[in-house]
């Protein structure tokens, strides 16, 4: 049989991957990645598992197939079934996926196939018939499970009843060899052929949800079943539950529930010589879940484990037992320690089925009740960016049925028995904990923190994480291409990655349906060339944090417009784009600058919108927008640092991770520093296109979940988007100084935006006409900005026109006109001496109006009408003293020069 997989180079990767060291049939010594030891090991020769040495205190187990999953990929194609070999696919993957032996199950399967229609996928399957005619069957699906929705499927020919396989369990096609041996049931048919392999009578119940009655009619009722189906919910349930029914019915029945989530076939693959050991323990297991009485699990853990001092579980709640052997001795009717020794070493069947010494020790022990719930630790969750930030993730069982809760708790919520009990209660839907601090230590030592802690990192942002390389959402996160869907416990886990976003203010409805060929037919005919500006800077924003560190800053973007001029609707659109609705922006106006910086470290790699900054102009006297205070997100650099809370100097910062988009109706007004940083783009009533409100308004229409898939269809094209940018940025670069752009970071800026243009025309359908008007009005936006950031400050333009209208005073004298300047304190020509507090004081005698003096002040240096030449002490030609004043070489006088 062809086989994809060699396994020498498998152990070679393993070699490479963990630094395993070779030794005969094993490989040992390998750098554990849960605990960091070198004790990892795993067999040569068939490599299924590696596993961790350090069983009691890590514990790490994994399969081979988890950690190269591109090993066991598109089986189909690669072992494909032949004329000589029709079973070929389903051999490969019961042998190398399955870890079973071929020769054991010869002629108890087929090979099938499977067929989607709609993305056109075929996958091999492997057969199980459930009958002797072969008329009804149970097939797994080998690959691209994802896109048929399922991993197997039971058809054929129902029965006369209607079912397939209902009350019935699946037997191999051999002779039954274990008539004096208990029969176990399990759920999945790998599982029956796992235990079969490792000398068990076993059936498969193919679901947890069927009670074989009718396979049980012909079972001799003498002969003992085991049910023993998975350790999760639905497995623990049913297998108590049909325990209890069979005995009902007159059956001798146990339980046995494994002590980990792994299923009959996993820990066969894991140590198949293990079996025995594992089975035992799993029916003592069961058997205290079947209990009725705590005192009576209390019984059985004390005949097995001899532990005189236990704490335990029943029934959703913590219990205490504690007694001396000695004392439960002399309690049952033989005071013999030899004969109490022999009672106790017996099988485990035959201790199980001694009711009569059971009811001794359990009356003989008293248990005391400790909790109305259990508490299970999941993980500790630990702040990917501030490692000080740790808390205990546990989810509560509730003795009286209600819904299990998750919660988190802070380390001195573990301290003590009433910190504890404190904590419980102000988390949890009436949980306590009357405990003693030994019990709570108990817990945390030999329960909770047994093994090495699963770590979770958590990230306060929704976006991109640089660290894991992941794009972290509410309900899905994305590892490169793969989607990742959060799990039971409210993070996702890829390869060896466990992460988790706290943050819960950011909400994105995120699907996979995205039609590019009709969302570009309305968005086109809506906003033309100007919507394909906006949008390659909307869709860049989601690699921002790359293109920001190869180009050190990602630009910000300025959508000016009119009342009605439609940016609320095409912001409120591209916001569909990526999964969130009606939502546009917030006012900066109406948050505090703490709340500001918050505001921008949310999200990273999605946009933040400012909207209605500008609504201060029309306020008298209202204090504008300080553009000035944002420079440094362009770089990803943090709005503010805070000090943490603690007894050092350390502090905290938020970098900024998203990019910045200001929507209003005037111009930003700001200097040079701030305005080149902008991509400004205006709307107007005279761009509307015929037509172009009704498209308009079936974009705004349309649901979130129609759009919502843009997001991923983007990210899967992450890597080709990046660097299509990082190579085409350079040329549309160089195109501009052609233009006379000499401003290094206008000509990044629009440089960049041409890149992000043309790679995203490559990705979604871009009419060619549009494209090209696109590029030019990116072209004419970098002139036109080059032409604003040459231009003073409109504060210290206003200044100068003030100063012109009145620094010239004309008097008539009796010698005739006298001309002299009341604002300009130098006494030398071609040059200009401003006293800022003089300045303000003729324009109040003067009645003429003043313009914003800080504003004049924060931007004077840096004008551009006169050559600022610094603060200084001049002999002012007016007031006859020395005067501080602002000096100026007059442009007058440069232009004389030249």
Request: include cysteine; hydrophobic fraction near 35%; charge should be neutral.
């Given at each position: 049989?062809?086989?994809?997989?060699?396994?020498?180079?498998?152990?070679?990767?393993?070699?490479?991957?963990?630094?395993?060291?070779?030794?005969?049939?094993?490989?040992?010594?390998?750098?554990?990645?849960?605990?960091?030891?070198?004790?990892?090991?795993?067999?040569?020769?068939?490599?299924?598992?590696?596993?961790?040495?350090?069983?009691?205190?890590?514990?790490?187990?994994?399969?081979?197939?988890?950690?190269?999953?591109?090993?066991?990929?598109?089986?189909?194609?690669?072992?494909?079934?032949?004329?000589?070999?029709?079973?070929?696919?389903?051999?490969?993957?019961?042998?190398?996926?399955?870890?079973?032996?071929?020769?054991?199950?010869?002629?108890?399967?087929?090979?099938?196939?499977?067929?989607?229609?709609?993305?056109?996928?075929?996958?091999?399957?492997?057969?199980?018939?459930?009958?002797?005619?072969?008329?009804?069957?149970?097939?797994?699906?080998?690959?691209?499970?994802?896109?048929?929705?399922?991993?197997?499927?039971?058809?054929?020919?129902?029965?006369?009843?209607?079912?397939?396989?209902?009350?019935?369990?699946?037997?191999?096609?051999?002779?039954?060899?274990?008539?004096?041996?208990?029969?176990?049931?399990?759920?999945?048919?790998?599982?029956?052929?796992?235990?079969?392999?490792?000398?068990?009578?076993?059936?498969?119940?193919?679901?947890?949800?069927?009670?074989?009655?009718?396979?049980?009619?012909?079972?001799?009722?003498?002969?003992?079943?085991?049910?023993?189906?998975?350790?999760?919910?639905?497995?623990?349930?049913?297998?108590?539950?049909?325990?209890?029914?069979?005995?009902?019915?007159?059956?001798?029945?146990?339980?046995?529930?494994?002590?980990?989530?792994?299923?009959?076939?996993?820990?066969?693959?894991?140590?198949?010589?293990?079996?025995?050991?594992?089975?035992?323990?799993?029916?003592?297991?069961?058997?205290?879940?079947?209990?009725?009485?705590?005192?009576?699990?209390?019984?059985?853990?004390?005949?097995?484990?001899?532990?005189?001092?236990?704490?335990?579980?029943?029934?959703?709640?913590?219990?205490?037992?504690?007694?001396?052997?000695?004392?439960?001795?002399?309690?049952?009717?033989?005071?013999?320690?030899?004969?109490?020794?022999?009672?106790?070493?017996?099988?485990?069947?035959?201790?199980?089925?001694?009711?009569?010494?059971?009811?001794?020790?359990?009356?003989?022990?008293?248990?005391?009740?400790?909790?109305?719930?259990?508490?299970?630790?999941?993980?500790?969750?630990?702040?990917?960016?501030?490692?000080?930030?740790?808390?205990?993730?546990?989810?509560?069982?509730?003795?009286?049925?209600?819904?299990?809760?998750?919660?988190?708790?802070?380390?001195?919520?573990?301290?003590?028995?009433?910190?504890?009990?404190?904590?419980?209660?102000?988390?949890?839907?009436?949980?306590?904990?009357?405990?003693?601090?030994?019990?709570?230590?108990?817990?945390?030592?030999?329960?909770?923190?047994?093994?090495?802690?699963?770590?979770?990192?958590?990230?306060?942002?929704?976006?991109?994480?640089?660290?894991?390389?992941?794009?972290?959402?509410?309900?899905?996160?994305?590892?490169?291409?793969?989607?990742?869907?959060?799990?039971?416990?409210?993070?996702?886990?890829?390869?060896?990655?466990?992460?988790?976003?706290?943050?819960?203010?950011?909400?994105?409805?995120?699907?996979?349906?995205?039609?590019?060929?009709?969302?570009?037919?309305?968005?086109?005919?809506?906003?033309?060339?100007?919507?394909?500006?906006?949008?390659?800077?909307?869709?860049?924003?989601?690699?921002?944090?790359?293109?920001?560190?190869?180009?050190?800053?990602?630009?910000?973007?300025?959508?000016?417009?009119?009342?009605?001029?439609?940016?609320?609707?095409?912001?409120?659109?591209?916001?569909?784009?990526?999964?969130?609705?009606?939502?546009?922006?917030?006012?900066?106006?109406?948050?505090?600058?703490?709340?500001?910086?918050?505001?921008?470290?949310?999200?990273?790699?999605?946009?933040?919108?400012?909207?209605?900054?500008?609504?201060?102009?029309?306020?008298?006297?209202?204090?504008?927008?300080?553009?000035?205070?944002?420079?440094?997100?362009?770089?990803?650099?943090?709005?503010?640092?805070?000090?943490?809370?603690?007894?050092?100097?350390?502090?905290?910062?938020?970098?900024?991770?998203?990019?910045?988009?200001?929507?209003?109706?005037?111009?930003?007004?700001?200097?040079?520093?701030?305005?080149?940083?902008?991509?400004?783009?205006?709307?107007?009533?005279?761009?509307?296109?015929?037509?172009?409100?009704?498209?308009?308004?079936?974009?705004?229409?349309?649901?979130?979940?129609?759009?919502?898939?843009?997001?991923?269809?983007?990210?899967?094209?992450?890597?080709?988007?990046?660097?299509?940018?990082?190579?085409?940025?350079?040329?549309?670069?160089?195109?501009?100084?052609?233009?006379?752009?000499?401003?290094?970071?206008?000509?990044?800026?629009?440089?960049?935006?041409?890149?992000?243009?043309?790679?995203?025309?490559?990705?979604?359908?871009?009419?060619?006409?549009?494209?090209?008007?696109?590029?030019?009005?990116?072209?004419?936006?970098?002139?036109?900005?080059?032409?604003?950031?040459?231009?003073?400050?409109?504060?210290?333009?206003?200044?100068?026109?003030?100063?012109?209208?009145?620094?010239?005073?004309?008097?008539?004298?009796?010698?005739g006109k006298n001309v002299r300047e009341i604002i300009n304190h130098s006494a030398k020509d071609g040059f200009i001496a401003i006293n800022l507090v003089h300045f303000e004081q003729v324009c109040n005698e003067k009645k003429s109006r003043c313009p914003d003096m800080k504003e004049v002040k924060r931007h004077l240096a840096e004008t551009k009408r006169h050559k600022y030449l610094g603060y200084k002490a001049v002999n002012s030609s007016i007031k006859n003293q020395t005067v501080r004043c602002y000096v100026f070489e007059s442009k007058d006088k440069r232009n004389h020069a030249d």
């Amino acid at each position: 049989m062809n086989n994809p997989i060699e396994f020498d180079q498998v152990t070679d990767r393993l070699i490479r991957d963990y630094g395993f060291k070779r030794s005969g049939k094993h490989l040992h010594a390998g750098k554990c990645p849960q605990c960091g030891q070198k004790e990892l090991h795993t067999h040569v020769d068939r490599p299924y598992m590696v596993r961790c040495n350090r069983t009691n205190n890590c514990g790490y187990e994994e399969t081979i197939r988890d950690i190269y999953p591109d090993l066991y990929e598109n089986l189909t194609r690669k072992v494909p079934a032949t004329q000589d070999d029709p079973k070929a696919t389903a051999k490969f993957y019961l042998n190398s996926v399955r870890g079973f032996n071929l020769s054991k199950i010869n002629g108890w399967f087929d090979q099938g196939m499977i067929y989607d229609p709609k993305t056109n996928t075929t996958s091999a399957t492997v057969r199980f018939y459930l009958d002797d005619a072969k008329t009804r069957y149970w097939e797994r699906i080998i690959d691209s499970a994802d896109v048929f929705g399922k991993k197997a499927h039971f058809a054929g020919k129902r029965r006369d009843d209607g079912g397939l396989y209902q009350g019935e369990w699946w037997s191999p096609p051999v002779a039954d060899q274990h008539h004096d041996e208990p029969l176990y049931l399990v759920e999945g048919i790998f599982d029956a052929i796992a235990l079969l392999h490792s000398d068990f009578d076993a059936r498969s119940l193919m679901s947890s949800n069927n009670y074989p009655a009718l396979s049980l009619k012909n079972h001799p009722k003498n002969r003992p079943i085991v049910f023993a189906l998975d350790n999760n919910k639905a497995g623990i349930k049913a297998s108590i539950e049909y325990t209890k029914r069979a005995r009902n019915e007159g059956y001798i029945a146990y339980a046995a529930i494994p002590e980990t989530p792994r299923d009959w076939n996993e820990l066969y693959m894991s140590d198949s010589e293990k079996m025995p050991t594992v089975m035992d323990r799993a029916i003592w297991n069961g058997a205290r879940h079947c209990a009725d009485t705590a005192n009576e699990v209390a019984a059985l853990y004390a005949i097995k484990s001899r532990k005189e001092n236990r704490l335990f579980t029943h029934q959703n709640a913590y219990w205490y037992a504690a007694y001396k052997e000695s004392d439960l001795i002399k309690s049952i009717a033989d005071n013999d320690h030899v004969t109490w020794s022999n009672y106790i070493n017996r099988g485990t069947f035959n201790l199980l089925n001694d009711d009569i010494f059971i009811g001794q020790v359990r009356t003989a022990i008293k248990a005391t009740k400790l909790s109305n719930c259990t508490v299970h630790f999941e993980y500790l969750q630990v702040d990917q960016y501030n490692d000080q930030n740790r808390r205990y993730h546990f989810t509560v069982h509730y003795e009286n049925g209600t819904p299990s809760t998750q919660i988190s708790l802070i380390g001195t919520a573990l301290n003590d028995a009433g910190s504890f009990n404190s904590a419980l209660l102000s988390s949890t839907n009436g949980a306590r904990f009357n405990g003693q601090k030994r019990h709570i230590e108990e817990l945390h030592q030999d329960v909770w923190m047994r093994r090495q802690s699963k770590v979770v990192n958590t990230i306060d942002f929704v976006g991109y994480d640089k660290v894991s390389c992941a794009y972290v959402y509410n309900d899905v996160a994305y590892f490169g291409a793969k989607a990742v869907k959060v799990n039971s416990q409210g993070f996702f886990e890829h390869n060896r990655t466990a992460i988790k976003t706290i943050n819960r203010d950011v909400k994105l409805r995120i699907t996979n349906n995205f039609d590019a060929l009709k969302f570009m037919h309305h968005f086109q005919s809506a906003y033309a060339e100007r919507g394909l500006m906006v949008l390659a800077w909307w869709a860049g924003s989601l690699f921002a944090e790359q293109i920001r560190d190869h180009f050190a800053g990602y630009p910000f973007f300025e959508l000016q417009g009119q009342a009605s001029s439609g940016k609320s609707t095409l912001i409120k659109i591209l916001w569909k784009l990526l999964g969130r609705t009606d939502y546009e922006g917030f006012n900066p106006l109406n948050s505090s600058f703490s709340a500001i910086d918050r505001n921008f470290s949310k999200t990273s790699n999605l946009p933040v919108v400012l909207i209605e900054s500008d609504a201060n102009a029309e306020i008298k006297n209202a204090k504008p927008f300080n553009w000035e205070h944002l420079k440094n997100a362009y770089t990803g650099e943090p709005l503010k640092e805070r000090g943490q809370m603690n007894s050092g100097n350390e502090t905290v910062f938020n970098p900024f991770r998203a990019t910045l988009m200001a929507a209003q109706n005037t111009a930003i007004e700001g200097s040079e520093a701030i305005l080149s940083r902008f991509v400004h783009l205006t709307l107007d009533r005279t761009h509307h296109l015929p037509g172009g409100k009704h498209h308009a308004e079936l974009l705004a229409r349309m649901p979130v979940e129609e759009l919502s898939g843009f997001l991923p269809f983007m990210l899967g094209h992450a890597k080709e988007f990046i660097e299509q940018v990082t190579a085409l940025q350079p040329a549309y670069y160089l195109q501009l100084e052609d233009l006379g752009i000499r401003i290094d970071r206008i000509r990044d800026n629009h440089a960049m935006m041409m890149a992000m243009l043309e790679t995203l025309s490559k990705l979604i359908p871009v009419d060619a006409h549009l494209l090209q008007a696109a590029y030019d009005l990116i072209r004419q936006r970098a002139v036109m900005r080059q032409l604003a950031v040459q231009q003073d400050h409109p504060s210290v333009q206003d200044f100068w026109d003030i100063y012109d209208y009145l620094n010239v005073s004309v008097s008539e004298t009796e010698y005739g006109k006298n001309v002299r300047e009341i604002i300009n304190h130098s006494a030398k020509d071609g040059f200009i001496a401003i006293n800022l507090v003089h300045f303000e004081q003729v324009c109040n005698e003067k009645k003429s109006r003043c313009p914003d003096m800080k504003e004049v002040k924060r931007h004077l240096a840096e004008t551009k009408r006169h050559k600022y030449l610094g603060y200084k002490a001049v002999n002012s030609s007016i007031k006859n003293q020395t005067v501080r004043c602002y000096v100026f070489e007059s442009k007058d006088k440069r232009n004389h020069a030249d």
